[in-house]
């Protein structure tokens, strides 16, 4: 099994930042193992939608176009976490946001295709 604990969510107004960390943990989560790791989102009465997503050997990243520009997805191979730097924010970025790791070797943005989900943390955007 792969732990994965968000934090870092919060209120904030229009035009600021904030920065998510995702921490993975377990015995699944090994080096010897191809992972990506993806951060979605989902707003109320919405689909959940890929936001950003790397890979964890080698750091290749994938971004939505909604986001491309402003958010930046990083990873500490040493503290075993993932990042999502968000700036310039929007109220259509307000969402749960999830951390999700997947055993494959390439970023997709199919939440479908990640096994393990972290349990979110809100982002709230204001006007």
């Known amino acids: 099994q792969v732990q994965l604990v968000e934090s870092g969510g919060g209120l904030v107004q229009a035009g600021g930042s904030l920065r998510l960390s995702c921490a993975a943990s377990?015995?699944?989560?090994?080096?010897?193992?191809?992972?990506?790791m993806g951060w979605f989102r989902q707003a109320p009465g919405k689909e959940r939608e890929f936001v950003a997503g790397i890979r964890w050997s080698g750091g290749s990243t994938s971004y939505a176009d909604s986001v491309l520009g402003r958010f930046d997805i990083s990873r500490d191979n040493v503290k075993n976490t993932v990042y999502l730097q968000m700036n310039s924010l929007k109220p259509e970025d307000t969402a749960v946001y999830y951390c999700?790791?997947?055993?494959?070797?390439?970023?997709?943005?199919?939440?479908?295709?990640?096994?393990?989900w972290g349990q979110g943390t809100q982002v709230t955007v204001s006007s």
């Open positions: 999700a790791a997947g055993r494959r070797s390439i970023v997709s943005a199919v939440a479908g295709l990640y096994d393990y």
């Open positions: 377990g015995r699944a989560f090994s080096r010897y193992v191809s992972y990506v």
